[in-house]
């Protein structure tokens, strides 16, 4: 009878409660200005797993940078005239003085190597030193693009609209700081030319951006929201406002643990407060029993117990059924997921406790009159819940039939489930229309690809990679992946060994190939070597020349692609048998091995949270019976959502695949409710006929969990209009769930009770 | 007070030295440090060994004979041929270059595999040399016209005294904004140089590591050069130095280029 004693004491001392509450919050504000985001989407794995181990020895062996923004500029004319090369040159110039840019490795016109031959003189250097100003002049650079297989699709797009500035940053450089300063610059020049400023670094400072006007703006909009709908709904300041602080104490406490053990805040820790915000009306109960039990009793203090004494235990179990449902993610392997499920458990016990403390302390300061107005104005019989009893009606009269059409829907709704993709894409978390997007599309369409793998060529042998049975077999490779639709570009150490040979031989197009000996090949990787910047050979080789890399650019960023690449690899190794192995790397297969994380650790979650609920609602009903018939609302909500999800072909991405161990965790709130209150309703009146107890329930606790449900939905149709499609499929998919399971448990709970009445009360004294 | 008149004489000549380095210029520092650096002897064979080490310490070598003939004065007119050992499938590879005061230098670089002469036209004197972190102009020096050079202090490199030179080009788009050079006073050969890069921060390290006398002429025998951005180090050792070998003007061809006399390159 512990509870019990924390809910007097808190009606008896109320003003210490609110107090005692108001100091640990600020106690958690002060932690609140150490706040810092995670963006980086290689962070959704530990840096111990084995794509991140493996990704960062490639880094290193091949001398490769984290982070890249590429600066995009087309005219609709072409670029190839002086004035838009001489801005690509001003630019570039001023690029290389920014601090944190890896000058070195910069690629542009005026930085990237391009060897050719004139006569019988090899030159090396700079593809441009000066914007060409004659028309002979740009004919010879419009030849040494267009002949060199090295710079199409790289800085210059086929068409010649289209070139790229490569910017590298050194480890540590701040890339929001570049990019601004990248942006400042081309501000300073006018012209026809369009500027696409894009780049990982880029799109995770504008995700960054927008995860913070989540929290700081969208968040605060549905606590509006949702006050202003509670207010409409009972027309009460006090209690829309108690409950709008329950929720603000929680959101406050576990943002502040959160930020106070250092964590920092990811795109799905970010949405917590939103959620945070709509568990905090499960107090509700609370209030609307407490209304009825005023009219009742008249005595407030005693209504308070009472109330507190009906509605504890489906409170503190859906508070339980909550937090397991978010205490799963714990077991997650996607470290995002992990944080934010306990974060939200650990704020839903808040709320429970505050349940017990915080809010019966607030009752005490309200006058009685002001109660007595509103609890007056709480009719069961009137406004929605006449249609609740309909709803409820409707299922007790013809059970056989709904439950029939249920069937029917669930076994549509696997079919749907069976067309569902798995799949993440990273820029398409962006809206249509964004700038990230939008340069994305742009890049894509016009050179080589943004999303980047890496295949290497794993030799037991030094100096392997330089025979040309390896070099052939990795030229036949590239031509084999390059048939995929997916990639755009591909480069390796043989296109510098072929593009040397050529010039060589007198730009003769016949010796753009491979060379037939070991030794040409060696000579010509270190005339390379003596004229090119060290890291060009370096990423594409190792030193010992056991290893070579592969660039696979892709032209999208579904994690689905790099599957067909390695796919492709795989098939041409089973028909070119080799000594060699081929390991994909780079972030185009971190993409992919976190896509498949997402889907076990759904199946995974799925199954724990599936248990963990009928456990709760085992315990909670003490029966499996009764644990049974409240479990299937639950399921035919879940699976109807994910049949939709299947048929519209929305992709099955991390967002969506955590909602399902959620929605179980917070629907199931709505069947405790129902059939604990239910049950205790036919032990308090003991003649009442079943459907006659069905029809209290759906109209009195039911009334509570439409409302819930309509203020969860309030607060997550905020969300669909988010800057970030994550938040938006999270908003739908919260409001579908929450109205459609509301739907279904006042639906169908005392239509399967109907149905199995003699099977559930077997053995029950009725 | 004979300690007295030792202690006057010791300071009398510190005073003098001292005061006599400083009456040098910056320029005529230069002078002495590319005279003692770069041209020592008629002639120089050295056996080299370059170590290229990246960041994460894989390593490429690359082994070659060196042989240098000044023609007239230190900062004059130099002749290069280099001949390579390592790694295996360059051997007989040999690289040629006639350098020239305040002119593009001339470079051929012969391909035995296809036995073939080319010529290289060096459009960039910052560019890598054979893929180390030196540069041409690193190995065959800067033309010391190219910049401004001013005397910045006098400090103290383990037991060499050094005057610090600070060296600004004046090009504009050179890649570095200037360097520091500790100058031995003793032997005038480069102790350690600092490259800064346009935003003014240091990113390149050269350090000589070892000195040693040879035929006369102070010779630093180990050296690298560190560049503190991409974390690759070279180091550069010669196994065996010789200085007026005697070599006799026809090597620089490209007959000698193709088929090296064995005696230069054994």
């Not at chain 1, 109807?640 to 695949?657: E, H, N």
Request: with cysteine; glycine share 6%; proline share 4%.
């Amino acid at each position: 009878m512990k509870k019990f004693s924390l809910v007097e004491f808190s009606v008896d001392h109320p003003k210490l409660i609110v107090a005692l509450s108001i100091i640990l919050t600020l106690l958690f504000l002060t932690q609140f200005p150490k706040v810092r985001t995670d963006t980086n989407p290689k962070n959704m794995l530990p840096p111990t797993s084995d794509v991140r181990v493996g990704n960062d020895e490639v880094e290193k062996t091949f001398g490769l940078y984290e982070d890249m923004i590429v600066l995009g500029i087309q005219n609709e004319k072409g670029i190839l005239n002086s004035d838009t090369l001489g801005k690509v040159q001003r630019i570039t110039d001023e690029i290389l003085k920014i601090k944190g840019v890896a000058a070195r490795d910069v690629s542009s016109f005026t930085t990237i190597d391009n060897v050719t031959v004139e006569g019988e003189t090899l030159k090396v250097g700079p593809l441009m030193i000066m914007a060409p100003k004659t028309d002979k002049e740009m004919a010879v650079m419009r030849k040494a693009l267009f002949e060199n297989p090295l710079f199409i699709d790289r800085i210059i797009s086929k068409d010649g609209k289209t070139t790229a500035i490569y910017v590298p940053l050194e480890k540590g450089g701040n890339g929001k700081e570049i990019a601004d300063k990248i942006r400042e610059i081309i501000k300073t020049e006018k012209g026809d030319e369009t500027y696409y400023v894009a780049g990982d670094p880029v799109a995770r400072d504008t995700f960054g951006a927008d995860m913070f006007k989540l929290m700081a703006v969208f968040a605060p909009i549905a606590g509006m929201v949702m006050l202003l709908v509670r207010f409409l709904m009972f027309k009460d300041l006090f209690l829309s406002m108690t409950l709008m602080m329950d929720a603000m104490i929680s959101i406050v406490w576990s943002m502040g643990l959160l930020i106070g053990l250092g964590f920092p805040i990811h795109i799905m820790s970010s949405m917590a407060p939103v959620f945070m915000m709509a568990i905090a009306t499960d107090s509700m109960h609370i209030f609307n029993e407490f209304y009825f039990r005023y009219r009742e009793k008249k005595d407030k203090r005693a209504a308070i117990i009472a109330t507190m004494n009906a509605v504890s235990r489906p409170v503190r179990n859906t508070a339980l059924a909550t937090a397991a449902g978010f205490g799963v993610l714990l077991f997650m392997n996607i470290i995002p997921v992990k944080v934010f499920g306990g974060l939200v458990a650990f704020g839903t016990i808040v709320l429970r406790v505050l349940s017990f403390s915080f809010i019966p302390a607030m009752f005490t300061f309200v006058k009685d009159e002001k109660i007595e107005k509103i609890s007056r104005s709480e009719d069961s019989e009137a406004g929605g819940s006449s249609f609740l009893k309909k709803l409820a009606g409707l299922g007790i009269r013809k059970p056989a039939t709904t439950v029939l059409v249920g069937v029917v829907l669930v076994v549509a709704a696997i079919i749907g489930i069976s067309k569902t993709v798995v799949n993440n894409n990273l820029v398409e978390w962006f809206k249509k229309g964004s700038d990230v997007r939008v340069a994305d599309t742009v890049m894509n369409k016009a050179l080589g690809g943004t999303s980047l793998g890496y295949i290497v060529a794993i030799s037991d042998k030094d100096d392997y990679i330089k025979t040309p049975e390896a070099m052939r077999y990795i030229e036949g490779l590239q031509r084999r992946l390059e048939k995929l639709p997916v990639v755009g570009k591909t480069t390796s150490v043989v296109d510098y060994v072929k593009r040397i040979n050529r010039v060589l031989h007198n730009d003769d197009p016949k010796y753009d190939a491979v060379p037939e000996n070991k030794e040409m090949i060696g000579q010509y990787l270190f005339l390379f070597a003596m004229s090119a910047k060290p890291s060009d050979l370096d990423n594409v080789a190792d030193y010992p020349f056991r290893k070579a890399n592969i660039w696979v650019q892709l032209k999208t960023w579904d994690a689905k692609a790099m599957e067909s690449v390695i796919a492709a690899v795989d098939e041409y190794r089973k028909e070119n048998p080799t000594l060699m192995v081929f390991k994909p790397a780079g972030i185009a297969y971190f993409n992919l091995v976190w896509n498949h994380e997402v889907l076990w650790d759904m199946v995974k979650g799925l199954i724990l949270a599936l248990i963990a609920v009928f456990a709760i609602l085992a315990y909670d009903f003490r029966s499996i019976k009764w644990a049974l018939i409240g479990y299937i609302p639950l399921l035919f909500t879940i699976i109807l959502i994910y049949g939709v999800v299947g048929f519209v072909g929305k992709d099955f991405d991390m967002p969506i695949s955590v909602m399902s161990c959620l929605s179980l965790g917070m629907a199931v709130d709505f069947a405790i409710h129902f059939v604990s209150r239910l049950r205790q309703r036919m032990k308090e009146t003991p003649g009442e006929s079943l459907a006659d107890a069905l029809l209290w329930t759906a109209a009195r606790p039911g009334k509570g969990i439409m409302r819930n449900a309509i203020l969860f939905a309030a607060a997550f149709a905020v969300m669909l209009f988010a800057p970030l499609t994550p938040y938006i499929t999270v908003g739908a998919f919260i409001v579908s769930m929450m109205l459609l399971s509301a739907l279904m448990t006042i639906l169908y709970l005392p239509a399967l009770i109907t149905l199995t009445q003699g099977w559930l009360f077997k053995g029950e004294v009725r | 007070m004979k300690k007295i008149f030792l202690l006057a004489a010791a300071l009398i000549t510190v005073v003098f030295v001292s005061g006599h380095v400083h009456a040098m210029t910056a320029d005529e520092i230069m002078k002495k440090s590319q005279a003692a650096f770069l041209y020592p002897g008629a002639d120089l064979k050295a056996r080299v060994m370059m170590k290229l080490v990246s960041k994460g310490g894989q390593e490429r070598v690359r082994e070659m004979m060196m042989l240098r003939k000044n023609y007239g004065q230190p900062g004059g007119e130099q002749k290069y041929f280099m001949y390579f050992f390592q790694p295996a499938d360059v051997r007989n590879m040999t690289f040629m270059v006639y350098k020239y005061p305040g002119k593009d230098a001339d470079r051929w670089l012969f391909v035995p595999a296809i036995n073939m002469v080319r010529r290289i036209a060096a459009q960039d004197k910052r560019s890598s040399f054979v893929g180390s972190d030196f540069t041409y102009e690193d190995i065959s020096g800067r033309n010391l016209e190219d910049d401004t050079h001013a005397v910045v202090k006098d400090e103290k490199i383990g037991d060499c005294d050094c005057t610090v030179i600070k060296s600004t080009p004046k090009a504009a788009e050179m890649e570095y904004s200037y360097k520091l050079s500790w100058i031995d006073k003793g032997t005038f050969l480069p102790i350690k140089e600092e490259y800064y890069d346009k935003k003014g921060e240091l990113y390149r390290v050269f350090s000589a590591d070892e000195i040693k006398d040879v035929k006369g002429h102070p010779t630093i025998i180990k050296r690298s050069m560190k560049n503190l951005l991409s974390g690759h180090m070279t180091e550069v050792s010669f196994l065996k130095a010789e200085y007026n070998v005697g070599i006799e003007d026809s090597l620089f061809t490209e007959r000698y280029l193709k088929q090296p006399p064995k005696r230069w390159i054994e």
